[in-house]
């Protein structure tokens, strides 16, 4: 059970890239509930590519914060 928490761990950490798992694999879900051809060789890589999409969100550049003076 603690190896499963060292893996989750860094989606916790890393919010949007837990956010955009989470949100892939929901529709991976209901995709392969919807269609039948939607098998879940079809799932896993749509939740590698929300991976992906959260890694380019976390890494995106933020614009810097202006202090009031």
């Keep these: 059970m ?3 928490l060292e893996l989750l ?3 916790v950490i890393h919010w949007r890239i ?3 798992v989470l949100a ?6 209901l ?3 919807a269609f039948t ?7 896993l890589l749509l ?4 991976v992906g999409a959260g890694l380019l969100w976390d ?11």
């Design 2 to 4: 603690d190896n499963v």
């Design 24 to 29: 892939a694999a929901i529709l991976a879900f």
């Design 59 to 69: 890494g995106s550049p933020r614009p810097a914060r202006r202090r009031a003076s």
């Design 31 to 33: 995709l392969v509930l």
């Design 47 to 50: 939740v590698i590519l929300g």
């Design 37 to 43: 051809w939607f098998t879940g060789l079809h799932a």
């Design 18 to 20: 837990g956010l955009a």
């Design 9 to 11: 761990l860094p989606l």
